[in-house]
């Protein structure tokens, strides 16, 4: 197991309504990075977050948006629910650091996930 | 156009017999190659690595390897264990970070 916790598991919502997702990282990690997986797919990258802040971006809308807590732990909130929003949220932790010669290390962690389905 | 093309879709392999599992990528600023193992209803579990061409990484049955612009995981006399789905994964840097995942390998290993 990697020591990232995620929560709830499940969770049903409606169309139009707001969620909050919870992400516990990995001891020691500073990078936290939301996916969206839908079923048969690989995770989509939602976004990263870096010491707090957001330092990376996939092509979802603003509606999507999260938070990293002083302890690392972060949320992700989406907005206006939409039917095609149900999937798997994975949040993975990682540490972003460079490693001797400036290279960086993008190993990341994943958490079991939430199921959300919007109906 | 940042991609990341997995094949084959699905894999059935008879208990040792050998194959490898492909991996082609385009993307700005790599910043690594990676392999995730996932199993049904679970998030992906970090395999490898891979950060240069000509680099290999190996674990038990599984080696990694990576080109230019591919890479490959062979599976050596693999177990009905080793049957999971087999992601690949790029990360890449353009003033921001970004993550591209393929669409994964389904494996199976018969008994």
């Known amino acids: 197991e990697t020591g990232v916790t995620q929560s709830p598991t499940h969770l049903i919502k409606t169309r139009g309504q707001q969620v909050t997702l919870r992400c516990s990282s990995q001891?020691?990690?500073?990078?936290v990075s939301w996916y969206q997986q839908a079923l048969g797919q690989g995770p989509q990258f939602i976004f990263q977050?870096?010491?707090?802040?957001?330092?990376g971006r996939g092509n979802f809308p603003p509606r999507f948006s999260g938070l990293q807590f002083p302890n690392y732990s972060s949320e992700l909130n989406v907005n206006a629910l939409e039917l095609d929003d149900s999937a798997l949220y994975l949040c993975?932790?990682?540490?972003?650091?460079?490693?001797?010669?400036?290279?960086?290390?993008?190993?990341?962690?994943f958490g079991p996930g939430t199921r959300l389905t919007v109906l | 156009e940042d991609q990341v093309t997995q094949s084959p879709e699905a894999l059935r392999l008879q208990e040792g017999e050998s194959s490898s599992l492909n991996c082609s990528y385009t993307?700005?600023?790599?910043?690594?190659l990676f392999w995730y193992r996932q199993d049904p209803g679970k998030g992906p579990e970090f395999l490898f690595t891979?950060?240069?061409a000509g680099e290999e990484k190996e674990k038990e049955r599984l080696k990694a390897t990576l080109t230019k612009k591919e890479s490959f995981l062979h599976i050596t006399a693999p177990k009905p264990e080793d049957s999971a789905t087999y992601l690949c994964?790029?990360?890449?840097?353009?003033?921001?970070?970004?993550?591209?995942f393929g669409t994964g390998t389904r494996l199976k290993v018969l008994a």
């Open positions: 993975a932790s990682s540490t972003l650091r460079l490693a001797g010669g400036s290279r960086e290390t993008h190993e990341q962690f």
């Open positions: 001891s020691g990690h500073n990078t």
């Open positions: 977050y870096y010491r707090e802040e957001e330092n």
């Open positions: 993307v700005s600023g790599l910043r690594g």
């Open positions: 891979l950060y240069s």
């Open positions: 994964a790029v990360g890449g840097y353009s003033g921001t970070y970004k993550y591209i």
